[in-house]
């Protein structure tokens, strides 16, 4: 990787701002998912063995202006056990108060600041709010992967003040994401499901180019099977996306792989009838909510033979246990093909949790929206902020 790590700066006796997302779901006053704040301990940890005092900063949902409801306190609780050592929560996350606190870390403290988006300014990228936030520290460890993909203040605008570098998890999930589109193993499979076609048109693309299979499921593959003439019923189907449908069809020709059998629903409902049909038989008033099993016994074998394999997108409606079954056999045949496996999406990671093999696929991507517009090639603001490396020579 050409961009410096925590690893490349030396952060003893440093006042260090960690940007992570700390994005977590939060009721009564208590965190109940700490996935997220687990995610960052290795570099927080680091950190702190190292000698650094930090002050870690995040944003938590959608307020546009302070409102307790949306405020990191619970986080800084969780924070504080997990790390097994007090987490100070600052008032605010900018300001002369929070620039006394930060100022008066010693190392080994921690200071948690407030949501940054109780500012506005932090969305619009806004660099007189990047430069307060700079102010309370030496140098900038960014290790929040799931807001790459947005140029906030926080992530892009504050490079323009202190050097930002990449935290361990940033890291990783470079390392993974851009060994699919770089040098992936051979063969290189990639499954893709979800709702709609719509949302992953670039990720389709990116990915016919560079894999040598792409298995197609979940309801974007209605569309594909309705652009290919087969009726689909009351299937959801984007009729806007059917002429794009045709035109991957075309470029993908024998790499795109189309379900052959699909598990029928006579209503969208966990209770709803349920029958294994063949494509072409897809009765009116009926819809597709799964792939089939000769379908899965199809995609299996191709994920047996595979030695890079990503995953964006469930094969099915899998929160509905009728439908769930292509998307954890798929899930199984995954986590047993011995490949480099790569899974992302917020579906689809907790898909893959639901089927038990999370701890048996090699990398799981904590970031939804960026890893999709990661594997779609683009070049994410938060990573493009990240100091290069200098180039040895
Ligand atoms: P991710 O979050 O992993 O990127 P998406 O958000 O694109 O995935 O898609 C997940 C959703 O797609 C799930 O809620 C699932 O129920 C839905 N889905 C999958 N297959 C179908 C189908 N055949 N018809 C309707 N919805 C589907
Ligand atoms: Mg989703």
Redesign the pocket.
């Known amino acids: 990787m050409n961009k410096m790590t925590v690893r490349d700066v030396d952060v003893r006796g440093r006042r260090v701002l960690v940007r992570v997302d700390f994005n977590v779901p939060i009721a009564d006053g208590k965190v109940t998912d700490d996935t997220r704040i687990r995610a960052t301990l290795p570099t927080l940890q680091y950190l702190l063995d190292q000698g650094a005092a930090l002050i870690v900063m995040s944003h938590l949902g959608r307020p546009k202006k302070p409102d307790p409801a949306f405020s990191l306190r619970p986080v800084a609780e969780r924070l504080s056990e997990l790390l097994g050592r007090p987490v100070q929560m600052a008032p605010d996350c900018v300001g002369p108060e929070v620039e006394a606190m930060a100022a008066a870390l010693q190392p080994g403290q921690v200071l948690l600041l407030e949501n940054l988006r109780f500012h506005p300014e932090e969305e619009k990228n806004d660099p007189e709010f990047a430069s307060r936030l700079a102010r309370l520290g030496d140098l900038c460890v960014n290790d929040a992967f799931g807001a790459a993909h947005r140029a906030h203040a926080s992530v892009e605008a504050i490079a323009r003040f202190i050097p930002v570098v990449a935290g361990f998890l940033m890291e990783k999930e470079i390392r993974y994401l851009s060994q699919a589109l770089t040098n992936p193993g051979r063969p290189f499979v990639a499954i893709l499901?979800?709702?709609?076609i719509s949302?992953k048109i670039g990720v389709i693309e990116s990915l016919l180019a560079r894999a040598d299979r792409v298995l197609i499921g979940?309801?974007m593959a209605?569309t594909f099977l309705k652009a290919m003439g087969y009726r689909v019923g009351d299937?959801?189907v984007e009729d806007e996306a059917l002429e794009t449908a045709r035109r991957l069809l075309q470029e993908g020709g024998e790499r795109l792989m189309l379900p052959v059998d699909v598990v029928i629903a006579d209503a969208f409902a966990p209770d709803a009838r349920a029958r294994v049909v063949p494509v072409d038989q897809v009765p009116d008033g009926w819809r597709?909510?799964d792939i089939g099993p000769q379908t899965v016994a199809r995609y299996a074998e191709e994920i047996r033979r595979a030695a890079f394999i990503v995953w964006?997108?469930?094969m099915?409606?899998?929160?509905f246990p009728r439908f769930a079954e292509g998307t954890f056999a798929i899930a199984r045949a995954v986590a047993e093909s011995g490949a480099v496996s790569i899974v992302g999406?917020?579906?689809?990671v907790a898909a893959v949790h639901a089927a038990g093999v999370a701890d048996r696929i090699t990398h799981i991507s904590t970031g939804?929206g960026a890893s999709l517009e990661f594997l779609e090639g683009r070049t994410l603001p938060g990573i493009a902020a990240l100091a290069d490396r200098p180039s040895s020579s």
């Open positions: 499901g979800g709702a709609k949302d979940g309801g209605n299937s959801l597709i909510l964006n997108g469930p099915g409606v899998f929160e999406g917020g579906d689809s939804g």
